[in-house]
C-alpha cells in the first residue's frame, strides 16, 4: 500500500517545526507521511519552493496554516492538489504593515536561522502576489511560471 504524503505549510512566525506541524505529524503517525519543511520569507520564493516541491514528491494534500493557506490556496488552484486550508490570512499585507521591524520566528528554523525583517519590499512583494492569488501572477521579471521565480 502505498503512504499517503501531506505537506504541511507553517504559518508566517513558524517554522517546519511548529507545534501544528508536531501535532500533524503526531496525529497521522503509521498513516501518513507528514513533511513539514522551514518555507522562505518572501513570497516568489516560497510559492517556488512550493510548486517545485509539489512537481517533484506529488503530495496527496496541502494543509495551510495562515500565511501557509494564503500560499497552499495559490499552489493547490495552479496544480490541482487539494488543500486543506485553516485560519487562512488572504490579506498578507494588511497583516505585515502592522508588524514591520526585526522579528524572532516562534519556532527553531532547520539553517538556525532565528530573526527575519519585515519591511516595505516585503509588503510589496506580498501586495503583487496578494493581488493575484486568484489569477495567474504577473508574468514580467521571470515570474511566468513559478517554478523559475526570482525575487528582485
Request: contains cysteine; aromatic residues 10%; proline residues 6%.
Amino acid at each position: 500500500m502505498m503512504t499517503k504524503r501531506i505537506l504541511f505549510l507553517h504559518g508566517f512566525f513558524a517554522s517546519g517545526n511548529c507545534i501544528p506541524a508536531q501535532a500533524l505529524k503526531q496525529a497521522f503517525t503509521n498513516e501518513a507521511e507528514v513533511i513539514t519543511p522551514d518555507l522562505p520569507l518572501h513570497p516568489y520564493e516560497a510559492l517556488a519552493f512550493i510548486t517545485s516541491f509539489c512537481e517533484r514528491e506529488h503530495p496527496d494534500v496541502l494543509v495551510g496554516n495562515s500565511n501557509g493557506a494564503f500560499l497552499a490556496q495559490i499552489v493547490a488552484s495552479r496544480l490541482g492538489v487539494p488543500a486543506l486550508l485553516g485560519n487562512p490570512y488572504f490579506e498578507m499585507t494588511r497583516f505585515l504593515s502592522e508588524r514591520i521591524g526585526v522579528h524572532e520566528y516562534k519556532s527553531p528554523r532547520a539553517d538556525g536561522r532565528q530573526h527575519f525583517v519585515i519591511d516595505r519590499s516585503l509588503i510589496d512583494e506580498f501586495a503583487e502576489v496578494q493581488a493575484h492569488q486568484w489569477g495567474r501572477l504577473p508574468t514580467g521579471n521571470d515570474r511566468s511560471h513559478l517554478g523559475v521565480i526570482r525575487r528582485e
